[in-house]
Structure formats: structure tokens, C-alpha cells
């Protein structure tokens, strides 16, 4: 698999495949400027860890557009472990179509709000396409609430991925990662004592997990805003099949509230590397963290 150095970028499905297999979770990072890219996959590096990093493609606009998307790659091909590259709910045929374009490993095409046969339908067309040039492709089904009051959080059922719908869902549309909801919530965490720390108060419905699991097949089972989940929570979910778990708010909040300290603490400070290298550094921690967390450390 290395080349002068150089990993080649492994199949998404390759890399998930094996960490069913060995029962630990696949962390997706959601590189949300570019300077995310290197605390992450040093941290993977150090930990001899497999990783998927991704963005949506708003992400990759506000960061360069096509260049994003190209630098993205490239960062994935040069890691000495496993990384691929994945695009976060996608929206359109367009924005999907233009991640394969630049070579990103798979994708995922978001139409969770729309009612289940126009998901279906949707999802159905993008994916033939995605198979054609051999991309996986990930969908949702179900949504997650932004809670605004973390403390006293409530998951509306309603909201979340129906057991009953999971199995047609999976069968009809020809995906390969289902995004389900059973539990997690999206929160924006607000400032305390000059921070803002992550709260992980979600409450996850193993009970509906299981039902999922069974009816569902061979599809790969993900967890989006897994950031709010407790870690007990993540190791069990990872135990009944969850493979793939996106992080971002956590990377972001210790990013931004490490570069708003350095900033405060250095006021005379005005080399631009040495501002942001503590908040890349607290990056690399929190993900190093998470390596740990979802047992992916020293599987590559």
C-alpha cells in the first residue's frame, strides 16, 4: 500500500468493511477550514489510525472551492495511514458530482428533510450515478433537533430514523452508509468562563439502534453530531454496529476558543503560524482522543 512514502487512498468501504469486522468506529473530522487538515492527520499518523476527513461543500466554498476540494485530496494521498475523503450532506447531483470530479473517496447526498418517497427517488438516482464511477454513497433518514438549552435537552421521536422505514429505505435507494437518528442532538455550545465546553448529554435509543441493525443488512450504520454523544454511549452504539461517526463541533469550539485565548494572551503577537499553532495543536489532542474513544487506535 505505500509508494516513496506515500499512502494511496483507500476505498471508503474498504475501510469501513474492516472496522466492522474488528468491531471499532471510523472517526469522519470535519475539516472546517484548511488548517484542520494537519493537526488530524497527524494525530491518525501518531496513532497508527485509520481516519475520514470531510467537509460539506458550503465548507469547501467559504475555503477555496475547487482548490479545497483538491487540497483535501492531496493531504489524504501524502498521509502515512489510511485517510479518505468525504463529502459531508451534500445537497444537489452537482455538488456530489463535483467532489468524484476531484477525486474525493465517497459521498453523502442529504434529502432527509423531503418526505420518504421523494427521498427515496432522489437518492435512488444519485447513487446509480455515484455506483457508475464506483464512488459509495451515504444518505439519511430521520433528522436531529438543534437544541439551543443542552442541559435539559428533548429529542422529539418523531424526528428520529423509523425502524420500519430503515429496511426499504436501504433496499430502494442502493446506498452504502445509512446516517440514522437515534438520539443525537445538534447543539451550538455557548460561552462559560471564556470557553465553550462541549456538553456530551445526548441520549442515544439502543433499543431502536438494535431494530435498525437487524433490518437493515450489510449497509454501514453512521452517527452524525456525535460530538454531544458520552463516550460510554459512542463505545456501545460502536459495539451494536454504528462504523462511521462524524466529529465536528467538538474540533471547532476547541479550535476557535484556543485561538481566542492565544490571541487575548499575546496581544503583541502578529506572525499569523504562531496565533493559530496552539488551536491546531488542541485539535490534534481532541482527535487523538477521540482515536482512542472509538478503538481505531493502531488499526492502521
Known amino acids: 500500500m505505500f509508494k516513496r512514502g506515500i499512502m494511496v487512498l483507500m476505498?471508503?468501504?474498504?475501510?469501513?468493511?474492516k472496522a466492522g469486522k474488528e468491531k471499532y468506529g471510523i472517526g469522519l473530522f470535519v475539516i472546517f477550514e484548511l488548517s484542520f487538515l494537519k493537526p488530524v492527520i497527524q494525530a491518525a499518523e501518531e496513532s497508527r489510525s485509520p481516519v475520514m476527513i470531510g467537509a460539506t461543500y458550503g465548507l469547501a466554498e467559504a475555503g477555496g472551492g475547487e482548490s479545497f476540494l483538491a487540497h483535501m485530496r492531496v493531504a489524504a494521498e501524502e498521509a502515512k495511514v489510511p485517510v479518505t475523503v468525504h463529502l459531508d450532506h451534500g445537497k444537489t447531483f452537482e455538488q456530489v458530482m463535483t467532489c468524484i470530479k476531484y477525486g474525493w473517496s465517497s459521498v453523502m447526498f442529504d434529502a432527509a428533510n423531503k418526505p420518504l418517497k421523494e427521498n427515496i427517488k432522489l437518492t435512488r438516482e444519485v447513487a446509480r450515478a455515484c455506483h457508475a464511477a464506483g464512488i459509495p454513497i451515504e444518505a439519511e433518514l430521520g433528522e436531529m433537533p438543534v437544541?439551543?438549552?443542552?442541559?435539559?435537552?428533548?429529542f422529539p421521536k418523531?424526528?428520529?430514523?423509523k425502524p420500519e422505514e430503515?429496511?426499504?429505505?436501504?433496499?430502494?435507494?442502493?446506498?452504502?452508509?445509512?446516517?440514522?437518528?437515534v438520539g443525537q442532538i445538534h447543539h451550538f455550545p455557548v460561552m462559560e468562563k471564556?470557553?465553550?465546553?462541549?456538553?456530551?448529554?445526548?441520549?442515544?435509543?439502543f433499543e431502536r439502534l438494535k431494530k435498525i441493525r437487524e433490518v437493515t443488512g450489510d449497509v454501514y450504520l453512521c452517527t452524525h453530531?456525535?460530538?454531544?454523544?458520552?463516550f460510554d454511549a459512542l463505545k456501545k452504539a460502536i459495539s451494536m454496529g454504528i462504523v462511521k461517526l462524524n466529529i465536528g463541533t467538538a474540533l471547532s469550539s476547541v479550535w476557535t476558543d484556543t485561538l481566542r485565548k492565544t490571541i487575548i494572551e499575546n496581544p503583541n503577537e502578529?506572525?499569523?503560524?504562531?496565533v493559530v499553532e496552539p488551536a491546531e495543536k488542541a485539535v490534534k489532542k481532541e482527535v487523538a482522543g477521540y482515536l482512542k474513544v472509538l478503538g481505531s487506535t493502531g488499526k492502521a
Open 147 to 154: 437544541v439551543k438549552d443542552q442541559d435539559n435537552a428533548e
Open 194 to 205: 471564556g470557553m465553550h465546553p462541549v456538553k456530551r448529554v445526548a441520549k442515544l435509543d
Open 11 to 17: 476505498c471508503t468501504k474498504e475501510m469501513l468493511e
Open 166 to 181: 430503515a429496511g426499504t429505505f436501504v433496499k430502494e435507494t442502493g446506498i452504502d452508509i445509512l446516517a440514522i437518528s
Open 158 to 161: 418523531e424526528m428520529m430514523t
Open 270 to 274: 502578529v506572525m499569523a503560524h504562531k
Open 225 to 230: 453530531a456525535s460530538s454531544h454523544v458520552p
